[in-house]
């Protein structure tokens, strides 16, 4: 599954914010840039949202890097 702004299709395995009822991942670990930044230099406000409604339907919203 792939969290990304502006997306919302099972079948390319992004999903958007309506999608979040069917949230079947207990863990969500996500890497900072192109992923929660995208092209800006701050996450969005839609993808927080995102971020929060997995959270509060019981997933665990980790950030995972391969910067030291």
Do not use: H
């Amino acid at each position: 599954m792939w969290i990304r702004e502006n997306q919302g299709d099972f079948s390319t395995g992004y999903i958007g914010l309506g999608e979040v009822n069917d949230l079947k991942y207990k863990i969500i670990a996500l890497d900072i840039d192109g992923t929660l930044k995208g092209d800006s230099s701050s996450i969005s406000p839609y993808m927080l949202q995102i971020l929060e409604e997995c959270s509060n339907r019981g997933a665990l919203v980790s950030v995972a890097t391969g910067r030291s």
